[in-house]
């Protein structure tokens, strides 16, 4: 039995290769669950970005925020994340949403529950969980969502810490009506071009007056958080918050450049004509997927969903 359960189930750890001490079906060592990089140091009160300095009580309101968020205020209350990705995470979270460590879910989703814990003082009592919808055509090559499947442990886990929280998941209620392009090489504006109207609410009146918990695996630029959130404040979500479980960080030299490209004062203004973009599809004729590609700044791992 011990012979056909080693063939079956690893025996070293997927992330760092140690031998695993006992026969698990998640193949994660016990060190590498404590090695998942976290953020440390001032954070924006928005959307989690790392500040260059600390926040000092003395200081206005707005030293809070991050130049984004100061420029352009998301449409989101709050996007919490649990950890960097980075290292480890970025390891795990490859390996999750490619199918090789499924298993790994439940534990990815106890880290989520924590990110989604630092909420629980602020965010309202009853709140809708929306995972980050793929679009079909993704789905169907992937065969699951990672950020639903990370959304529904994490549930699991948080409904024995936080009982008094009703959280609900309500996965088909966003939709992603275009099967973008992976965001693999492009700017913040090209970015937020690309999903720009991609998400849409199947049934507003399932979210109108309601407050919402936007799911994702990866938090990059903020894109696709702010054109969900906007998708469901339009259909009358009374607010929305976002979590996710890891944040890029380190995106020099586009991040400090993030919005240098558009002038400060047409940010999230209607559109700006496609620049450097041309048409929907076909943005750089990369394949989503192909996580072998070389990649620039920002790989095609790097693609929250998709
Ligand atoms: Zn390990
Ligand atoms: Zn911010």
Known sequence: MDALSCAILPDSCSLCGSPLPRLSSVPICDVCWTEFPVQSGPSCARCGDTLAA?????????AALCRACRLAPPPFVR?????????????????????????????????????????????????????????????????????????????????????????????????????????????????????????????????????????????TTGATARAAAQALARAGAASVWVATLARARNMSPFRSGLF?????????????????????PGLSGNSPDAGLEPATIYSSQDQPSF
Do not use: C
Request: avoid cysteine; aromatic fraction near 6%.
């Open 54 to 62: 600390p926040v000092l009580e003395s200081s206005p309101a707005s």
């Open 79 to 219: 996007a919490v994340s649990y950890g960097l990705y980075q290292d480890r995470m970025k390891d795990a979270i490859h390996a999750l949403k490619y199918g090789r460590l499924h298993t790994a879910a439940r534990g990815l989703g106890r880290l989520l529950a924590k990110a989604i814990a630092q909420l629980a003082a602020e965010a309202p009592a009853e709140m809708l969980v929306i995972p980050i919808p793929l679009h079909r055509s993704k789905y169907t090559q992937r065969g699951f969502n990672q950020a639903r499947s990370l959304a529904a442990h994490a549930l699991g886990f948080l409904r024995k810490s936080h009982p008094e929280w009703r959280l609900t998941l309500a996965s088909s209620t966003l939709m992603r009506l275009r099967a973008t392009e992976s965001q693999a090489g492009l700017t913040f504006r090209q970015r937020r071009f690309n999903v720009r109207g991609a998400f849409s609410v199947s049934d507003p009146a399932a979210v109108t007056a309601k407050h919402v918990l936007v799911i994702d695996d990866i938090f």
């Open 260 to 280: 240098l490209d558009e002038g400060e004062d047409n940010i999230d203004l209607s559109p700006q004509g496609p620049g450097p973009v041309h048409g929907d």
